[in-house]
Protein backbone atom coordinates (compact mmCIF):
# COMPACT_ATOMS: atom_id res chain seq x y z
CA UNK A 1 0.00 0.00 0.00
CA UNK A 2 2.68 2.23 1.29
CA UNK A 3 4.59 1.73 -2.26
CA UNK A 4 1.04 2.64 -4.18
CA UNK A 5 0.93 5.94 -2.80
CA UNK A 6 4.66 6.52 -3.43
CA UNK A 7 4.14 5.90 -7.11
CA UNK A 8 1.36 8.13 -7.01
CA UNK A 9 2.75 10.95 -5.83
CA UNK A 10 5.89 10.34 -7.86
CA UNK A 11 3.70 10.10 -10.93
CA UNK A 12 1.56 13.41 -9.71
CA UNK A 13 4.37 15.23 -9.94
CA UNK A 14 5.47 14.21 -13.37
CA UNK A 15 2.17 14.83 -14.44
CA UNK A 16 1.47 18.41 -12.66
CA UNK A 17 4.97 19.17 -13.82
CA UNK A 18 4.51 18.14 -17.50
CA UNK A 19 1.11 19.64 -18.37
CA UNK A 20 2.24 22.74 -16.59
CA UNK A 21 5.21 23.08 -18.24
CA UNK A 22 3.73 21.96 -21.80
CA UNK A 23 1.00 24.98 -21.29
CA UNK A 24 1.96 27.86 -20.24
CA UNK A 25 3.36 28.64 -23.80
CA UNK A 26 -0.39 28.23 -25.13
CA UNK A 27 -1.59 30.10 -21.97
CA UNK A 28 0.59 33.12 -23.08
CA UNK A 29 -0.02 33.64 -26.53
CA UNK A 30 -3.51 33.06 -24.97
CA UNK A 31 -3.20 35.99 -22.85
CA UNK A 32 -1.95 38.33 -25.40
CA UNK A 33 -5.09 37.40 -27.50
CA UNK A 34 -6.87 38.45 -25.29
CA UNK A 35 -5.19 41.43 -23.82
CA UNK A 36 -4.47 40.05 -20.27
CA UNK A 37 -1.24 42.18 -20.00
CA UNK A 38 0.35 43.77 -17.04
CA UNK A 39 1.65 47.21 -18.17
CA UNK A 40 3.93 48.53 -15.76
CA UNK A 41 2.73 51.81 -14.61
CA UNK A 42 4.04 52.52 -11.36
CA UNK A 43 7.14 52.13 -8.91
CA UNK A 44 5.68 49.15 -7.76
CA UNK A 45 6.20 47.50 -10.65
CA UNK A 46 9.74 45.55 -10.79
CA UNK A 47 9.15 45.20 -15.11
CA UNK A 48 10.26 47.03 -17.51
CA UNK A 49 7.67 45.21 -20.61
CA UNK A 50 4.27 44.57 -20.75
CA UNK A 51 4.09 40.95 -19.84
CA UNK A 52 1.04 38.44 -19.74
CA UNK A 53 -0.33 38.09 -16.72
CA UNK A 54 -2.64 34.80 -16.53
CA UNK A 55 0.00 32.40 -16.24
CA UNK A 56 -1.88 30.79 -13.28
CA UNK A 57 -4.02 29.10 -15.57
CA UNK A 58 -1.33 26.51 -16.68
CA UNK A 59 -0.94 26.16 -12.46
CA UNK A 60 -4.13 25.21 -12.54
CA UNK A 61 -4.21 22.70 -15.27
CA UNK A 62 -1.68 20.86 -14.05
CA UNK A 63 -2.96 20.86 -10.65
CA UNK A 64 -6.23 19.87 -11.69
CA UNK A 65 -5.06 17.27 -14.15
CA UNK A 66 -2.28 15.16 -11.28
CA UNK A 67 -5.05 15.11 -8.92
CA UNK A 68 -8.21 14.26 -10.65
CA UNK A 69 -5.50 11.05 -11.85
CA UNK A 70 -3.98 10.24 -8.93
CA UNK A 71 -5.75 11.86 -5.49
CA UNK A 72 -8.01 9.65 -3.55
CA UNK A 73 -12.03 10.74 -4.49
CA UNK A 74 -13.32 12.38 -1.07
CA UNK A 75 -15.42 15.13 0.28
CA UNK A 76 -12.88 16.74 1.49
CA UNK A 77 -11.38 16.70 -2.17
CA UNK A 78 -14.59 17.91 -3.63
CA UNK A 79 -14.91 20.72 -1.24
CA UNK A 80 -11.18 21.73 -1.92
CA UNK A 81 -11.45 22.25 -5.79
CA UNK A 82 -14.65 23.56 -5.30
CA UNK A 83 -13.71 26.42 -3.65
CA UNK A 84 -10.06 26.47 -5.61
CA UNK A 85 -12.31 27.15 -8.62
CA UNK A 86 -14.37 30.26 -7.30
CA UNK A 87 -11.39 31.32 -6.56
CA UNK A 88 -9.45 30.41 -10.40
CA UNK A 89 -12.84 31.92 -12.05
CA UNK A 90 -11.97 35.09 -10.18
CA UNK A 91 -8.45 35.41 -10.53
CA UNK A 92 -8.83 35.45 -14.11
CA UNK A 93 -11.55 37.90 -13.97
CA UNK A 94 -9.69 40.33 -11.92
CA UNK A 95 -6.27 39.46 -14.55
CA UNK A 96 -8.39 40.61 -17.10
CA UNK A 97 -10.78 43.41 -15.73
CA UNK A 98 -9.48 44.38 -12.70
CA UNK A 99 -12.31 43.83 -9.85
CA UNK A 100 -12.43 45.86 -6.58
CA UNK A 101 -11.02 44.63 -3.96
CA UNK A 102 -14.09 44.25 -1.78
CA UNK A 103 -15.59 42.19 -4.31
CA UNK A 104 -12.30 39.73 -4.35
CA UNK A 105 -12.26 39.52 -0.41
CA UNK A 106 -16.54 38.93 -0.64
CA UNK A 107 -15.37 35.96 -3.23
CA UNK A 108 -12.80 34.69 -1.14
CA UNK A 109 -14.96 34.31 1.95
CA UNK A 110 -17.34 32.36 -0.23
CA UNK A 111 -14.84 29.82 -1.49
CA UNK A 112 -14.18 29.39 2.04
CA UNK A 113 -17.50 28.44 3.10
CA UNK A 114 -17.52 26.56 0.49
CA UNK A 115 -14.11 24.52 1.67
CA UNK A 116 -15.68 24.72 5.15
CA UNK A 117 -19.10 22.79 4.33
CA UNK A 118 -19.06 20.88 1.34
CA UNK A 119 -15.61 19.61 2.10
CA UNK A 120 -16.32 19.38 6.36
CA UNK A 121 -12.33 21.41 6.33
CA UNK A 122 -12.62 23.55 9.56
CA UNK A 123 -9.49 24.18 12.16
CA UNK A 124 -11.53 22.56 15.52
CA UNK A 125 -9.03 21.61 17.43
CA UNK A 126 -6.17 23.25 19.32
CA UNK A 127 -3.42 21.82 21.99
CA UNK A 128 -4.10 23.36 25.46
CA UNK A 129 -1.12 25.36 26.24
CA UNK A 130 -1.54 24.55 30.00
CA UNK A 131 0.85 21.62 30.13
CA UNK A 132 -0.80 20.87 33.92
CA UNK A 133 -4.38 20.29 32.92
CA UNK A 134 -5.06 16.99 32.01
CA UNK A 135 -7.40 17.89 29.14
CA UNK A 136 -4.88 17.92 26.14
CA UNK A 137 -6.87 19.44 23.72
CA UNK A 138 -9.66 22.28 23.21
CA UNK A 139 -12.32 21.52 21.06
CA UNK A 140 -13.29 25.05 19.04
CA UNK A 141 -16.93 25.74 19.23
CA UNK A 142 -18.90 25.35 15.68
CA UNK A 143 -18.69 29.24 14.99
CA UNK A 144 -15.62 29.80 16.29
CA UNK A 145 -13.75 26.73 14.61
CA UNK A 146 -15.96 28.30 11.01
CA UNK A 147 -14.63 32.00 11.96
CA UNK A 148 -10.86 30.94 12.42
CA UNK A 149 -11.00 28.97 9.35
CA UNK A 150 -12.26 30.96 7.42
CA UNK A 151 -9.37 33.81 8.32
CA UNK A 152 -6.62 31.39 7.89
CA UNK A 153 -7.71 30.27 3.98
CA UNK A 154 -8.53 34.44 3.40
CA UNK A 155 -5.39 35.55 5.17
CA UNK A 156 -3.44 33.36 3.66
CA UNK A 157 -4.48 33.47 -0.11
CA UNK A 158 -4.19 37.17 0.32
CA UNK A 159 -0.46 36.62 1.92
CA UNK A 160 1.05 34.45 -1.21
CA UNK A 161 -1.18 37.31 -3.43
CA UNK A 162 0.90 39.67 -1.51
CA UNK A 163 4.66 38.44 -2.51
CA UNK A 164 4.01 37.92 -5.76
CA UNK A 165 6.27 40.97 -6.56
CA UNK A 166 9.10 39.62 -8.44
CA UNK A 167 9.75 37.38 -10.89
CA UNK A 168 9.69 33.47 -9.38
CA UNK A 169 9.25 34.52 -6.23
CA UNK A 170 5.57 33.47 -5.63
CA UNK A 171 5.93 30.41 -7.72
CA UNK A 172 9.45 29.19 -6.09
CA UNK A 173 8.11 30.24 -2.63
CA UNK A 174 5.22 28.08 -3.21
CA UNK A 175 7.12 25.09 -4.12
CA UNK A 176 9.27 25.58 -0.80
CA UNK A 177 5.86 25.69 1.31
CA UNK A 178 4.60 22.36 -0.82
CA UNK A 179 7.42 20.76 0.01
CA UNK A 180 7.03 20.98 4.06
CA UNK A 181 3.74 20.44 4.04
CA UNK A 182 4.33 17.03 2.12
CA UNK A 183 6.84 16.17 4.34
CA UNK A 184 4.47 16.69 7.36
CA UNK A 185 1.85 14.55 5.73
CA UNK A 186 3.83 11.33 4.29
CA UNK A 187 4.87 11.79 8.52
CA UNK A 188 1.30 11.75 10.14
CA UNK A 189 0.18 8.71 7.14
CA UNK A 190 -2.18 11.99 5.46
CA UNK A 191 -1.22 10.46 2.12
CA UNK A 192 -4.15 11.85 0.09
CA UNK A 193 -2.85 15.46 1.15
CA UNK A 194 0.68 14.82 0.09
CA UNK A 195 -0.35 14.07 -3.26
CA UNK A 196 -2.12 17.31 -3.54
CA UNK A 197 0.98 18.81 -1.77
CA UNK A 198 2.94 16.81 -4.62
CA UNK A 199 0.79 18.23 -7.43
CA UNK A 200 0.62 21.88 -6.56
CA UNK A 201 5.08 21.65 -6.19
CA UNK A 202 4.79 20.13 -9.85
CA UNK A 203 3.01 22.57 -11.54
CA UNK A 204 4.97 25.32 -9.87
CA UNK A 205 8.07 23.83 -10.78
CA UNK A 206 6.73 23.56 -14.43
CA UNK A 207 5.45 27.31 -14.26
CA UNK A 208 9.57 28.53 -13.45
CA UNK A 209 11.10 28.01 -16.38
CA UNK A 210 8.58 30.74 -17.70
CA UNK A 211 8.23 32.90 -14.76
CA UNK A 212 12.17 33.10 -13.89
CA UNK A 213 13.72 36.71 -14.21
CA UNK A 214 13.59 38.08 -16.97
CA UNK A 215 9.82 36.60 -16.74
CA UNK A 216 7.90 35.85 -19.87
CA UNK A 217 5.05 35.18 -18.64
CA UNK A 218 2.99 36.13 -14.72
CA UNK A 219 0.90 34.03 -12.68
CA UNK A 220 -1.33 36.68 -12.12
CA UNK A 221 -3.90 36.93 -9.24
CA UNK A 222 -4.93 33.80 -11.44
CA UNK A 223 -2.17 31.84 -9.50
CA UNK A 224 -1.15 33.69 -6.75
CA UNK A 225 -4.69 33.82 -5.09
CA UNK A 226 -5.11 29.51 -6.03
CA UNK A 227 -1.59 28.90 -4.13
CA UNK A 228 -2.53 30.78 -1.14
CA UNK A 229 -6.17 29.07 -1.02
CA UNK A 230 -4.32 25.68 -2.18
CA UNK A 231 -1.87 26.38 0.48
CA UNK A 232 -3.72 27.33 3.56
CA UNK A 233 -6.71 24.58 2.90
CA UNK A 234 -3.56 21.97 2.89
CA UNK A 235 -2.40 23.37 6.17
CA UNK A 236 -5.36 22.59 7.59
CA UNK A 237 -6.22 19.09 6.52
CA UNK A 238 -2.74 17.78 6.91
CA UNK A 239 -1.01 19.70 9.60
CA UNK A 240 -3.33 21.46 11.81
CA UNK A 241 -4.98 18.01 12.98
CA UNK A 242 -2.03 16.27 13.30
CA UNK A 243 0.18 17.73 15.66
CA UNK A 244 -0.55 17.86 19.47
CA UNK A 245 1.91 20.02 20.94
CA UNK A 246 2.79 21.97 18.07
CA UNK A 247 -0.07 21.96 15.98
CA UNK A 248 -0.56 25.49 15.68
CA UNK A 249 3.30 26.39 15.63
CA UNK A 250 4.02 24.09 12.64
CA UNK A 251 1.70 26.12 9.86
CA UNK A 252 2.13 29.07 11.08
CA UNK A 253 6.16 28.26 10.32
CA UNK A 254 5.95 26.33 6.71
CA UNK A 255 3.39 29.98 5.56
CA UNK A 256 5.70 32.63 7.45
CA UNK A 257 7.20 34.13 5.04
CA UNK A 258 4.38 35.44 3.38
CA UNK A 259 2.10 35.32 6.32
CA UNK A 260 4.21 38.10 8.50
CA UNK A 261 5.51 39.93 5.11
CA UNK A 262 1.21 40.29 5.11
CA UNK A 263 1.15 41.12 8.65
CA UNK A 264 3.58 43.51 8.93
CA UNK A 265 1.96 45.33 5.72
CA UNK A 266 -1.37 45.52 6.94
CA UNK A 267 -0.32 46.66 10.41
CA UNK A 268 1.97 49.28 8.47
CA UNK A 269 -0.85 50.61 6.42
CA UNK A 270 -3.79 50.73 9.22
CA UNK A 271 -0.59 53.03 11.17
CA UNK A 272 -0.81 55.23 8.08
CA UNK A 273 -4.52 55.72 7.96
CA UNK A 274 -4.74 53.99 4.63
CA UNK A 275 -6.83 51.04 3.77
CA UNK A 276 -4.96 47.29 4.72
CA UNK A 277 -5.67 46.24 1.43
CA UNK A 278 -3.91 49.47 -0.28
CA UNK A 279 -0.74 48.72 -2.35
CA UNK A 280 2.44 49.97 -1.50
CA UNK A 281 6.24 49.40 -1.98
CA UNK A 282 6.74 48.43 1.63
CA UNK A 283 7.06 44.62 1.14
CA UNK A 284 9.69 42.72 2.01
CA UNK A 285 10.97 41.75 -1.82
CA UNK A 286 11.03 46.11 -2.49
CA UNK A 287 12.75 46.48 0.94
CA UNK A 288 15.63 44.11 -0.42
CA UNK A 289 15.11 45.50 -3.62
CA UNK A 290 15.91 49.15 -2.48
CA UNK A 291 18.63 47.98 0.07
CA UNK A 292 20.78 47.18 -3.43
CA UNK A 293 19.71 43.57 -4.16
CA UNK A 294 19.35 42.77 -7.53
CA UNK A 295 15.95 40.85 -8.48
CA UNK A 296 17.62 37.55 -8.28
CA UNK A 297 19.48 38.36 -5.38
CA UNK A 298 16.47 38.92 -3.87
CA UNK A 299 14.27 35.71 -4.85
CA UNK A 300 16.81 33.57 -3.78
CA UNK A 301 17.16 35.27 -0.42
CA UNK A 302 13.29 35.15 0.30
CA UNK A 303 13.68 30.92 -1.34
CA UNK A 304 16.48 30.39 1.23
CA UNK A 305 14.29 32.67 4.11
CA UNK A 306 11.03 30.22 3.22
CA UNK A 307 13.43 26.87 3.02
CA UNK A 308 14.70 27.58 6.57
CA UNK A 309 11.17 27.97 7.74
CA UNK A 310 9.92 24.78 6.10
CA UNK A 311 12.92 22.41 7.10
CA UNK A 312 12.40 24.38 10.77
CA UNK A 313 9.15 23.09 10.95
CA UNK A 314 9.43 19.73 9.78
CA UNK A 315 12.71 18.82 12.62
CA UNK A 316 10.28 20.76 15.09
CA UNK A 317 7.63 18.31 13.94
CA UNK A 318 9.93 15.80 14.27
CA UNK A 319 11.91 16.44 17.61
CA UNK A 320 10.95 16.60 20.88
CA UNK A 321 14.25 17.51 22.47
CA UNK A 322 15.12 20.74 20.19
CA UNK A 323 11.97 22.29 20.29
CA UNK A 324 12.83 25.16 22.20
CA UNK A 325 16.26 25.96 20.42
CA UNK A 326 14.77 25.55 17.15
CA UNK A 327 11.46 27.96 18.09
CA UNK A 328 14.10 30.59 19.22
CA UNK A 329 15.71 30.51 16.06
CA UNK A 330 12.53 30.53 13.81
CA UNK A 331 11.61 33.61 16.11
CA UNK A 332 14.69 35.17 15.26
CA UNK A 333 14.37 34.83 11.86
CA UNK A 334 11.02 36.20 12.35
CA UNK A 335 11.85 39.47 14.21
CA UNK A 336 14.74 40.00 11.36
CA UNK A 337 12.08 39.54 8.76
CA UNK A 338 10.26 42.31 11.05
CA UNK A 339 13.31 44.71 11.34
CA UNK A 340 13.37 44.24 7.37
CA UNK A 341 9.84 45.30 6.90
CA UNK A 342 10.48 48.14 9.36
CA UNK A 343 13.60 49.28 8.44
CA UNK A 344 14.16 52.88 6.89
CA UNK A 345 9.64 52.84 6.77
CA UNK A 346 10.27 56.27 8.90
CA UNK A 347 12.94 57.16 6.25
CA UNK A 348 10.77 56.27 3.23
CA UNK A 349 7.72 57.95 4.37
CA UNK A 350 10.06 61.37 4.98
CA UNK A 351 11.34 61.01 1.95
CA UNK A 352 7.23 60.94 0.57
CA UNK A 353 6.64 63.84 2.05
CA UNK A 354 10.51 66.04 1.26
CA UNK A 355 9.39 64.90 -2.54
CA UNK A 356 5.63 66.17 -2.16
CA UNK A 357 6.76 69.02 -0.41
CA UNK A 358 9.28 69.52 -3.24
CA UNK A 359 7.23 69.65 -5.76
CA UNK A 360 5.05 71.93 -4.22
CA UNK A 361 7.96 74.56 -3.94
CA UNK A 362 8.77 74.08 -7.57
CA UNK A 363 4.89 74.76 -8.37
CA UNK A 364 5.00 78.18 -5.95
CA UNK A 365 8.42 79.23 -7.83
CA UNK A 366 7.42 78.69 -11.29
CA UNK A 367 3.78 80.49 -10.16
CA UNK A 368 6.20 83.24 -8.96
CA UNK A 369 8.13 83.53 -12.07
CA UNK A 370 5.26 83.48 -14.37
CA UNK A 371 3.85 86.48 -12.13
CA UNK A 372 7.57 87.94 -12.45
CA UNK A 373 6.75 87.85 -16.03
CA UNK A 374 3.49 89.09 -16.61
CA UNK A 375 4.29 91.97 -14.63
CA UNK A 376 6.91 92.97 -16.52
Known amino acids: MLTRQVLFMIFAFIVSFAFTFATTPLVRRFAFKIGAIDIPKDNRRMHKKPTPRIGGLAIIFGFTVA ?4 AQPSRQLYGTLSGAAIIAIMGVIDDCKNLPAKLKFV ?7 VVVFAGDIKIDVFTNPNFLSDNPYWVLPEW ?3 TLTVIWIVF ?27 FISIRVGEYSIAILGIALMGSCFGFLPFNFNPAKIFMGDTGSTFLGFMLATLSIQGVFKSYAVISFAVPLLI ?8 LFAMIRRILRGQSPMTADRGHLHHRLVDMGFSQKQTVFILYAI ?34 MLGKNSYVHQHQDNRNLTDDNDIEVEEVSDKKGNEDK
Do not use: K, W
Request: one cysteine or more.
Open 144 to 146: LSV
Open 156 to 182: ITNAVNFIDGLDGLAAGVSAIMSISLV
Open 255 to 262: LGLPLFDA
Open 67 to 70: TLCF
Open 107 to 113: IQIIAAL
Open 306 to 339: SGVLGITAVLLAESGVLRALLLVICVLILLLIGS
